[in-house]
């Protein structure tokens, strides 16, 4: 049981849109990720996420419409729901999902992060 300090672990690492696993409980991840720019339209069929914004914002893109989020804000993405991120500037982000969650969801490419990174 060792205490996780959030900007030491966010120092780590620089690329975007590729989460670090930080911590694990009850089958879920607790994950950091830096996003800068557009991520891929996507969705997943099984699993909630939860995107708490540690620093900076950024827009959560739905279908039907957008939600921004500033520092210290989260959103839940419940499963099945189409979306989207879009920060326009770098953007801190602490994910909390289950261990099964692929981050590109039903989406496969150049982003798609088969097995997160532990930090």
Same mark, same amino acid.
């Given at each position: 049981?060792?205490?996780? $300090?959030?900007r030491?672990?966010l120092?780590?690492f ?6 670090r696993?930080?911590g694990?409980? $009850?089958?879920?991840?607790?994950? *950091?990720?830096? #996003? &800068?720019?557009? #991520? ?5 069929d099984?699993?909630?996420e939860l #995107?708490?914004?540690v620093k900076g914002?950024?827009?959560? /893109?739905? &279908?039907? &419409?957008?939600v921004? *989020? +500033?520092?210290?804000e989260?959103?839940?993405v419940?499963r099945g729901i189409?979306h989207r991120?879009v ?6 982000v *602490?994910? #909390?999902?289950?261990?099964?969650? *692929? $981050?590109?969801? /039903?989406? &496969?490419? +150049?982003r798609?992060v ?5 930090i």
């Amino acid at each position: 049981m060792d205490k996780v $300090n959030i900007r030491e672990k966010l120092a780590l690492f620089d690329d975007h849109w590729s989460p670090r696993v930080v911590g694990e409980l $009850n089958g879920q991840h607790v994950k *950091l990720v830096k #996003f &800068r720019g557009e #991520f891929v339209w996507h969705k997943h069929d099984y699993e909630d996420e939860l #995107f708490l914004v540690v620093k900076g914002r950024f827009r959560m /893109d739905f &279908r039907d &419409r957008e939600v921004r *989020l +500033e520092e210290g804000e989260f959103l839940v993405v419940p499963r099945g729901i189409e979306h989207r991120p879009v920060a326009e500037e770098e953007v801190h982000v *602490l994910l #909390f999902e289950p261990a099964s969650t *692929l $981050n590109t969801g /039903d989406v &496969r490419d +150049e982003r798609t992060v088969e097995m997160p990174e532990r930090i």
